[in-house]
């Protein structure tokens, strides 16, 4: 069974650094075809697709976001780590990581299954 | 503004079927890449009920089921249940803006 369970600070003031940890166990992130991603949510709104990182450390960012995210993996430890820097009012959201598998013939065509319980980050002063 | 299209909300009643639409354009689900389908019960994390388009995993009923044609996707569920009452995302991939992208979200009602 695949299990993912988020930890961090729950508030972090303008312009800190948001440091996450994704910690999972079912699966290890040094197989062939497997991912970490995350995604975020702010109250009342969609979903966001923010990173993900697979068994041979190829890293993906969203555009929008590249500039300010960071993913790296700890494969003996079962954690992926992300950090989001000059964190904004605006990312306060309920972050999410999710285990990914690639589709051989299509790797673009990955979804997340499991997701995490999520874990709420307030950015406030 | 999301760059896959749903509606905000729909409803049906005990029993019925009600579908949920996610259109895109020809640099998502046009250029040909597959779609998934969440559930997000109130409160909780996403949960993933369909993959590949039309795929179900283990445990999710046979009432929901997917499908994709051209540059739209659709979510069906039948015999609507009370427990479906839900938030309902799309997700593709977007060629464009090299990114994973989700729809809006669709708020289901059972009346």
């Known amino acids: 069974q695949i299990t993912l ?4 600070p729950t508030l972090v003031k303008p312009t800190q650094t948001l440091t996450l940890t994704c910690t999972f ?3 290890s992130l040094s197989t062939s075809g497997v991912g970490v991603g995350w995604i975020r949510q702010p109250p009342g709104k969609a979903l966001e697709w923010l990173a993900l990182i697979y068994w041979d450390d190829d890293k993906r960012y969203s555009p929008s976001l590249k500039s300010r995210l960071t993913i790296t993996k700890d494969t003996s430890k079962n954690q ?6 000059n964190m904004d009012p605006v990312d306060t959201a309920t972050y999410y ?4 598998l ?4 299509a790797p673009q065509d990955n979804w997340f299954d499991p997701w995490g319980q999520g874990t709420l980050v307030t950015v406030s002063s | 503004q999301s760059v896959l299209t749903q509606p905000p909300s729909v409803s049906g009643a005990p029993g019925q079927r ?7 354009s020809s640099s998502n689900i046009g250029a040909g890449y597959d779609v998934h389908w969440y559930q997000q019960l109130p409160g909780t994390a996403p949960k993933l009920l369909i993959y590949g388009n039309s795929n179900r995993p283990s445990g999710v009923p046979d009432r929901f089921s997917g499908s994709k044609s051209g540059t739209s996707a659709s979510l069906a569920i039948t015999g609507l249940q009370a427990e479906d009452e839900a938030d ?7 060629s464009s803006l ?7 979200g669709t708020k289901l009602t059972v009346l």
Do not use: N, R
């Open chain 1, 5 to 8: 369970k988020e930890s961090g």
């Open chain 2, 98 to 104: 090299s990114d994973w992208v989700f729809g809006g």
């Open chain 1, 80 to 85: 992926v780590v992300l950090t989001m820097t």
């Open chain 2, 18 to 24: 009600v579908t949920i639409s996610c259109t895109g």
């Open chain 1, 97 to 100: 990581c999710a285990h990914s």
């Open chain 1, 25 to 27: 166990s079912g699966f």
């Open chain 2, 88 to 94: 309902y995302y799309c997700q593709s991939y977007d």
């Open chain 1, 102 to 105: 690639v589709v051989p013939a």
